[in-house]
C-alpha cells in the first residue's frame, strides 16, 4: 500500500510542473491597438510604460549566490534588446540609490561571476514582445526588499491614439470581450471591428490589420483571422484625422489640367474606388482619374469621395486662365479639411502684366 502511494505522489509530482507549464503557455492573448494612419512609422519603434500596479520582491539571498542590480536613468529598445543600463552593484549595497531607476535585478552564482569581466556579461537584456520582460521601475527599496512597477514595452507601427485595449475570446457567442483571456475551439473568432473601434473625436475609423505574433522570435505577422487557440495576436485598427488644416502657395506657368491628387495626397493610395462630381458642371469637368478642366469663369467645388471622406477643391476659374492656359499666373491654394467634409482648395489667378 505504501508503495502504491509513493508511486502515485511520485507521478503527481512529476506531471503537475508540466502541467502547470501547459497552463501558463496554452493562453490566448488579443490586443487591440489605435493607430493614426496619417502618421505610421518606418523604422522600428517601441512604446513603454509604467505598469499601474505596484509589486513587491523579497531579497533572498542564498549561499553562493548574490543579488546584482544593472540599471539606469533611461533605457531604449533595439534591435529587440534593451539598452541604456550600463551600471551595476550589489543590491545590499546600493539599494538606497536605485530609488526611481530602470533596473533588470539578478540572483547571479558567485562562481559565475568570477569568470567574466563584469557581471552585465551575465545578463539577458533581450526583449521579447509576448513573454514578460524582467525591466523594472524601482518605487521603494529596503535591505530585505524592494517594490516596483513593471516596463510594458511593446512595437508600434504609427502614433497611438489610445491606450491599447486586451481582448479574449468569448465562446458563448463567438465574439471578442474585454474580459481575462480563455479558450478553447477550433474556430476562427468572429470579429466585429465596428464594435471593438472606438470613437476617437477628431478621427474616423477606416479599417484593420491582424498580426500573429511568434512565441518563438516574436515576429509579426499579418494574417486574414484569429483561430480561437493558444497564441498572441495584435490587431490593429487604423484612424484618419477628420479635421485638418493647412495653407500653401504654388506657382505654375501652365495650367491646362488641374488633378486632384496633386492637392490631396491621400487620392493617391485609397482602399476603396474614388467617385467625383463637380457642383456646377458648367465651370468646370472633371474625369474618372481626377484630372480637372476649366470650362469658362466662375467659381465651383469639385468633390472627391473615398475611403468616407470627402475632399473638397473650391476653384475659382479667372479669364486669364481661359484665354491664355500656356501661360498661367501663380495660383494660392487653400486646403481646409473640416470634419469629414475636407474644404477647400481655392485657386486664384491674376493677370500678369497687372
Known sequence: ???????????????????????????????????????????????????????TSPINENTGTTTYVIYGDTYEIKNKRITGLNNYCKYKECYNDIIAKYVIIKDLEDTEVAKVSSPLDLIDFSYHPIYRTSLEKIETATESKYTYKEVIIKPIDGEQLLKSTKYAYNNSNNSLEEIKPRLISDQKIN??????????????????????????????????????????????????????????????????????????????????????????????????????????????????????IEYTLHLRVTEDMLANPDTASPIIMILCVIGILISGTTIYLKDQTN
Not at 249 to 262: A, E, L
Not at 284 to 298: F, M, R
Open 1 to 55: 500500500m505504501k508503495k502504491k502511494v509513493f508511486l502515485l505522489i511520485a507521478l503527481l509530482v512529476a506531471i503537475v510542473p508540466f502541467y502547470n507549464v501547459k497552463a501558463a503557455i496554452c493562453s490566448q492573448s488579443i490586443e487591440v491597438e489605435y493607430v493614426n494612419m496619417e502618421n505610421l512609422y518606418t523604422k522600428e519603434t517601441y512604446i513603454s510604460y509604467d505598469d499601474s500596479e505596484e509589486y
Open 191 to 308: 470579429i466585429n471591428y465596428d464594435e471593438i473601434a472606438k470613437e476617437i473625436p477628431g478621427y474616423k475609423y477606416i479599417s484593420p490589420k491582424i498580426y500573429a505574433i511568434s512565441y518563438d522570435d516574436g515576429q509579426y505577422t499579418e494574417v486574414d483571422s484569429i483561430p480561437v487557440k493558444c497564441g498572441a495576436w495584435v490587431i490593429r485598427l487604423y484612424y484618419k484625422e477628420e479635421k485638418q488644416e493647412s495653407t500653401e502657395t504654388v506657382n505654375k506657368s501652365q495650367v491646362k489640367t488641374i488633378k486632384m491628387k496633386d492637392y490631396f495626397k491621400d487620392l493617391e493610395t485609397p482602399t476603396t474606388t474614388i467617385s467625383y462630381r463637380v457642383l456646377d458642371a458648367s465651370i468646370a469637368e472633371i474625369d474618372d482619374e481626377g484630372n480637372i478642366t476649366p470650362l469658362k469663369v466662375g467659381e465651383t467645388d469639385i468633390i472627391a469621395t473615398a475611403d468616407g
